[in-house]
């Protein structure tokens, strides 16, 4: 099993770095590898904005079901929070090094002008302005399937 087996992201990483080393030395190849190495590279680049753009999801969601009193929307904030936990927990199966390259604060700033944006959109001005400045959780809760805020009462009762 090759690392393109076990962890594509460090495998576009090292590819990469190969070819440019490769056209470094100007190997006598007819390949284009300076543009080679960019798409492989890029390859890589594009598993970790989709893996942030999951995790902007999951915290968004996250912060609606904590702040909003709402019940109706419950159950498909929920849903979201499923789907985009297991995408990444697939995503981290292909690419364990994946994890690594989240960045949970800058996943949060989006997710909170998002949250506050569509809560406020609601008429929830109220659940809008609780939602805090700095992230309340913690990437191994974000992505833990069985953690919900509020604990043991899940995601359908409001916390």
């Not at 904590?66 to 904030?77: I, K």
């Amino acid at each position: 099993m090759t690392l393109y087996d076990t962890d594509f992201l460090s495998w576009t990483e090292e590819q990469a770095a190969k070819l440019r080393a490769l056209a470094e030395n100007r190997a006598n190849l007819d390949l284009d590898l300076a543009n080679l190495a960019e798409e492989v590279s890029s390859m890589g680049r594009s598993d970790v904005h989709a893996a942030a753009i999951a995790l902007t999801l999951i915290l968004e969601h996250l912060l609606k079901l904590q702040h909003s009193p709402a019940r109706e929307r419950r159950l498909d904030w929920a849903k979201t929070v499923r789907e985009q936990r297991r995408t990444l927990r697939r995503r981290f199966r292909d690419s364990p090094s994946l994890k690594a390259e989240l960045d949970i604060h800058e996943a949060y700033a989006d997710a909170r002008i998002d949250a506050i944006e569509a809560l406020a959109g609601y008429g929830e001005a109220d659940a809008a302005a609780s939602v805090p400045g700095v992230c309340p959780y913690g990437l191994d809760q974000a992505l833990d399937e069985q953690w919900w805020p509020g604990g043991t009462e899940g995601p359908l009762s409001r916390t």
